[in-house]
């Protein structure tokens, strides 16, 4: 079965500490891998990844696919306490539209 | 443009009741997929909707089932709640087709079985 792992679970760090998240992922028919972060409810969409869009930046975040390793890396530069939240990393099951998410980076930033 | 919108915000029923969660999709957006989110636990899939039908299903008892309507809005209904049910209820709207795996969320329905 498509499994997503990711690390770790949780992290604090202060203001204008840089952050890298990581994602391994399991599935078959590989064909994305997705980023969100969720702070109150509702997951918001930050990056997808795919083989012909394996870097993504958007401000401080960024991140990268790398396809042979089955792995993502989310980063984060200057961290501000607004970025504190969990971290979701997903990829579709096996060339299906079902999203398999890890478990998620609960990330805290401290002022 | 309105993004996805789930009701009730929330909601605290008892175990052996019955409950239906709405949602509307973000514009343009023909597919609807619902997710439980345990504590502490990503998103779990519970199934999909495109085209009026179900055309996945995750890994979910069928007490759990749902509908879509015509004008692509869903609901999700769970009968004989337990307590293991409470729980965020995440909708998620996208538009099938090639290279549109992302999905976008709604804020959720934080449902309470006591």
């Known amino acids: 079965e498509d499994k997503v792992v990711q690390s770790p679970l949780s992290l604090v760090v202060h203001e204008g500490d840089t952050v890298t998240l990581n994602c391994s992922y399991e599935?078959?028919?590989?064909?994305?891998l997705l980023w969100y972060k969720q702070e109150k409810k509702a997951p918001t969409f930050l990056f997808m990844l795919?083989?012909?869009?394996i870097e993504k930046k958007s401000g401080r975040l960024s991140s990268i696919l790398d396809k042979k390793e089955l792995s993502s890396i989310l980063n984060i530069t200057a961290t501000q306490t607004g970025d504190s939240a969990i971290y979701l990393c997903?990829?579709?099951?096996?060339?299906?539209?079902?999203?398999?998410f890890g478990k998620g980076t609960k990330l805290t930033v401290n002022p | 443009d309105a993004g996805v919108t789930q009701s009730p915000t929330h909601l605290i029923k008892t175990r052996g009741q019955q409950v239906t969660l709405r949602c509307s999709p973000k514009?343009?957006?023909?597919?609807v997929s619902w997710y439980q989110q345990a504590l502490g636990q990503g998103p779990q899939f519970i199934f999909q909707?495109?085209?009026?039908?179900?055309?996945q299903r995750g890994n979910f008892p069928d007490r759990f089932s749902g509908h879509q309507f015509p004008n692509y809005s869903s609901e999700l209904n769970v009968n004989a709640l337990l307590l293991g049910d409470s729980a965020l209820y995440l909708c998620?709207?996208?538009?099938?087709?090639?290279?549109?795996?992302?999905?976008?969320f709604g804020p959720g329905t934080r449902l309470t079985v006591l």
């Open positions: 998620a709207s996208s538009f099938t087709g090639v290279g549109t795996d992302t999905q976008y």
């Open positions: 599935v078959t028919n590989f064909r994305s």
């Open positions: 795919t083989s012909s869009g």
């Open positions: 997903a990829g579709p099951q096996g060339g299906s539209e079902k999203l398999v």
């Open positions: 514009s343009g957006h023909d597919t």
């Open positions: 909707y495109y085209e009026e039908e179900e055309r």
